[in-house]
């Protein structure tokens, strides 16, 4: 899973949980787990491609997530 935080004002940020759809990690299954267990539903679930490579994403408000931030970014591949 990869995680994208985007600024969209001071104040106001947006969370991607990116899931590779031809990559259908085991690594994956524990991050999905958390959010279930958690009760943390996206605001919204789209499919995305980039760089060739076809993403489901989970869209949350950061502010939502808040309090699950560090859970998550330990979940994450690391950025390249």
Known sequence: MKMEVITVA???RRVLLMFGLNEQLSSDSPIKSYLQDN???PK??????????EYNILYFGHC???????ALTGFAEPSA
Do not use: A, I, V
């Open 64 to 70: 939502y997530l808040d309090g699950h931030m560090d």
């Open 44 to 53: 919204r679930e789209y499919k995305e491609t980039r760089e060739s490579t």
């Open 39 to 41: 009760g943390l539903e």
């Open 10 to 12: 001071p104040k106001e």
